[in-house]
C-alpha cells in the first residue's frame, strides 16, 4: 500500500490500531565523566551512591550536530519527498566518524543503549556529567524472553542477553563489538532513505538502540519507517518511535507492511498480555519505543548542556 496510507493508519493519524491490534562520544571538552556502581533504583532522584569512583576523561572534540539544530531549516527539506543528503556518502568516513560513538561503555552510543534499557542513569551536577550503573547492569531477567517461556539473565549496559554468564568486563565488551559490528549496515541503511546520522544523530542511535533490543530485521527497516513518517510530517521524538513501532509489522516476506503485515513484537506484546493492559498491539508496541526514544533524547540533550555551558 502507498506509504501515506501506511502512515494515516496508525499512532494520532487516523485510526488506533491495525487489524492485527485486535560519552557524547568525543567528550565533555576535556571534562571527566565518572562512573560508579550502582546501588539504586533506575528512577531514584538521590545523590550518587557510595562506591569506588572511576573516572574516564574523553577527548575534546564534539560531534558536530551538538552545535548545530537538532533538525535542517524548513527550506531545506521537502515534504513530499525524501530528505536530501547535504553530502555524498562514504561509508569509511563515516565510520571513521561514528565508531567512537561505541568505543567504551560510557560513549554516547552506549550510554544511550544503557539508559533506554535501564542500565544506566545519566544526570548533571555540580557542572560535571555523571553515568552510573543502575544494579540492572548486574543481572536482570529479562521480561521481553519471559513472553516466549525463555528465563534469560542480562548483564552489562546494553542487556546481553546472557552471553557473558555474568562476567560484567566480558558483557561490556560483547556489547561494544556487537554494536560496532552492526554499525556499517545501520550506516548504509540510513544513507538508502535519505537520513544524515550528522543532522539525525538521534536516528543512529535509535536504529543501534532497536538492533540491539530486537531481531535485526526491525533495524534494517527503521530508516524507510523513518523516511515515511518524516514525509507524513511527524518531527522529533514521534516520528521515530513511530518509525520504531511500524517497523514491528512485516508481512509474510518480512516486508514493511502496516496494511496486512503482523506485529512481530511478540516479546512485548507478551508483556502487555500478562500485565493485563487493555491497549491495541500497536499501542503496547508504541508505548514502549516511545519510552526508549525519549531515553535516548533525554541522553543525548544532557551533552548538549553540558557542551552550552562550556561555550558560555
Request: charged letters at 20%; one cysteine or more; aromatic letters at 8%.
Amino acid at each position: 500500500m502507498f506509504d501515506w496510507v501506511w502512515l494515516s493508519r496508525v499512532a494520532g493519524l487516523g485510526l488506533v490500531g491495525t487489524a492485527a491490534g485486535s560519552a557524547l562520544f568525543f567528550g565533555i571538552l576535556g571534562r571527566t565523566v565518572f562512573l560508579e556502581p550502582n546501588t539504586r533504583h533506575l528512577n531514584s532522584e538521590a545523590a550518587i551512591a557510595p562506591g569506588k569512583t572511576q573516572a574516564v576523561t574523553l577527548p575534546p572534540q564534539p560531534l558536530p550536530l551538538l552545535t548545530l539544530p537538532k533538525s535542517p531549516p524548513a527550506s531545506e527539506v521537502s515534504q513530499k519527498s525524501l530528505p536530501v543528503l547535504s553530502r555524498p556518502f562514504d561509508l569509511k568516513q563515516s565510520l571513521s566518524t561514528y565508531q567512537p560513538l561505541f568505543a567504551a561503555p560510557t560513549s554516547l552510543g552506549m550510554v544511550a543503549i544503557g539508559v533506554a534499557e535501564g542500565n544506566y542513569r545519566l544526570f548533571i551536577e555540580n557542572g560535571n556529567l555523571y553515568v552510573q550503573q543502575t544494579r540492572f547492569y548486574f543481572g536482570h531477567t529479562d521480561p521481553g524472553n519471559l513472553s516466549w517461556g525463555d528465563v534469560v539473565t542480562n548483564y552489562g549496559p546494553c542487556s546481553d542477553q546472557g552471553r557473558s554468564k555474568g562476567d560484567i568486563t566480558l558483557a561490556e565488551q560483547l556489547c561494544l563489538e556487537r554494536s560496532r559490528s552492526r554499525l556499517p549496515t545501520h550506516l548504509v541503511d540510513l544513507n538508502a532513505a535519505g537520513i544524515d546520522p550528522e543532522r539525525d544523530l538521534e536516528a543512529l542511535l535509535n536504529v543501534a538502540d532497536l538492533y540491539n533490543q530486537a531481531m535485526p530485521i526491525h533495524s534494517r527497516h527503521f530508516p524507510h519507517a523513518l523516511a515515511i513518517a518524516k514525509k507524513g510530517g511527524l518531527k522529533g521524538i514521534d516520528a521515530l518511535a513511530w518509525a520504531r513501532t511500524a517497523s514491528f509489522y512485516l508481512n509474510v516476506n518480512n516486508e514493511l507492511d502496516l496494511e496486512t503485515g503482523s506485529n512481530k513484537a511478540t516479546g512485548l506484546l507478551g508483556i502487555c498480555a500478562r500485565e493485563n493492559l487493555p491497549i491495541t498491539e500497536w499501542d503496547c508496541v508504541y508505548k514502549d519505543q516511545l519510552r526508549r526514544v525519549k531515553a535516548i533524547a533525554s541522553v543525548v540533550d544532557k551533552y548538549r548542556q553540558m557542551y552550552q555551558s562550556n561555550a558560555n
